[in-house]
């Protein structure tokens, strides 16, 4: 471990093991653990700290001990044709059906050329670069999306309807790293508000309104308004019309439809996780889609195009000022370069988290440096 200010980095290893531990403790199945914290892990390795370990104890572990999600996981195929079928996760672990459901329709794809796969009744299932990379991993392309608890506010309304709904695409490369398009339809999102939050900082203008819509900035107080409904997320292109709000708020309703209506599933308020003032499962529900790249064209030609359309992208002509261009997956990239021999970076907050859930679980083999 590497100490850094108040920040401890710990091997990924290390953190896998402990993740796993955590997870088995509170009643996952031990291969079903391990598929948990090999998705945590890998938002981490990503740099994708909004998805990691920080989401370990309050997305995951704080619901499974208030019942509202199940340790164990019911796989139910309701419906299935060649190329598609419909799946009920039953309030079971989001990431052990989500990975289930991208191998299902990554081997559909393998015999008709595309698989499709929808998903209800299901639980947060974690960063879904995961489920993209699946894909790419095959040589297929891959797309995913996931409704969740309303923050977001349609354009030119206050009220928190939709989730911050990511529509994500995976395309395989010649490069070192493929194409991984993993971005919410909101502005922000509330994972990277809580990654402010532990840092202590305010957010940016622009992400958060208030019931007057007007611009809030106040961290620790928008965590807990979000929950209430008394603020919500701004769509992705910002507030209003003038920076086109609207495609934000059209692509977040697309995905709130893929993620209910198609199977049959819950949307918008029925997503709360309240009712009459108690906690329930949030019923979550997922689509994934995977294409078999060589039913159209040979997979070295199409990376071969798709790491030229991205070459040509960074190599073209840049903004004064600026020393690079980007494409979708390079940071991330980056960051797995940067953090392979480091590890995951541990604010003071999530330390105490992995105290407290260390504690009570009894996994008293875990020393921790930072203590």
Same mark, same amino acid.
């Given at each position: 471990?590497?100490?850094?200010?108040?920040?401890?980095?710990?091997?990924?290893?290390?953190?896998?093991?402990?993740?796993?531990?955590?997870?088995?403790?509170?009643?996952?199945?031990?291969?079903?653990a391990k598929i948990c914290a090999d998705v945590l892990i890998t938002a981490d390795k990503r740099g994708i700290d909004s998805h990691g370990i920080g989401r370990l104890k309050t997305i995951y572990y704080d619901r499974i001990k208030d019942g509202v999600q199940f340790a164990k996981t019911k796989f139910e195929i309701v419906r299935e044709a060649p190329a598609t079928a419909v799946i009920d996760a039953h309030h079971g672990m989001g990431m052990v059906v989500a990975r289930r459901s991208m191998k299902m329709a990554i081997e559909k794809a393998a015999k008709y050329g595309i698989g499709m796969v929808t998903v209800r009744n299901s639980t947060h299932y974690?960063?879904?670069?995961?489920?993209?990379?699946?894909?790419?991993?095959?040589?297929?392309?891959?797309?995913?999306?996931?409704n969740a608890r309303p923050s977001i506010a349609p354009t030119f309304g206050v009220e928190n309807m939709l989730g911050t709904n990511p529509l994500v695409f995976g395309m395989p490369t010649d490069e070192d790293f493929p194409f991984v398009l993993d971005c919410a339809t909101s502005?922000?999102?509330? +994972?990277?508000?809580?990654?402010?939050?532990?840092?202590?900082? @305010?957010?940016? &203008? +622009?992400?958060?309104?208030?019931?007057?819509?007007?611009?809030? @900035?106040?961290? &620790?107080?928008?965590?807990?308004?979000?929950?209430?409904?008394?603020?919500?997320?701004? &769509?992705l292109g910002g507030i209003g019309e003038e920076t086109a709000g609207y495609k934000g708020y059209g692509y977040a309703t697309v995905v709130e439809m893929l993620s209910a209506a198609l199977q049959g599933g819950s949307y918008l308020k029925m997503l709360l996780g309240f009712e009459n003032g108690k906690k329930v499962p949030y019923r979550l529900g997922h689509f994934f889609m995977a294409i078999d790249v060589k039913a159209f064209i040979d997979p070295d030609e199409f990376k071969k195009i798709t790491g030229n359309i991205c070459r040509e992208l960074r190599g073209s002509k840049k903004m004064p000022g600026a020393e690079r261009i980007y494409t979708a997956g390079e940071k991330e990239h980056l960051a797995w370069l940067e953090r392979k021999d480091r590890g995951v970076p541990v604010p003071k907050t999530l330390q105490t988290e992995m105290i407290v859930m260390r504690n009570e679980l009894g996994l008293n083999r875990y020393k921790f440096a930072f203590e």
């Open positions: 471990m590497i100490k850094d200010n108040s920040v401890v980095w710990i091997k990924f290893a290390e953190m896998e093991r402990f993740m796993t531990d955590v997870f088995k403790a509170v009643g996952v199945p031990a291969n079903e974690g960063a879904c670069c995961y489920y993209a990379l699946m894909a790419i991993e095959a040589g297929m392309i891959g797309i995913t999306g996931t502005v922000s999102q509330r +994972g990277k508000i809580e990654v402010y939050d532990r840092a202590g900082k @305010t957010i940016p &203008p +622009g992400w958060v309104i208030d019931e007057n819509g007007r611009i809030r @900035t106040d961290t &620790p107080r928008i965590l807990k308004d979000l929950v209430k409904g008394s603020c919500a997320l701004v &769509p």
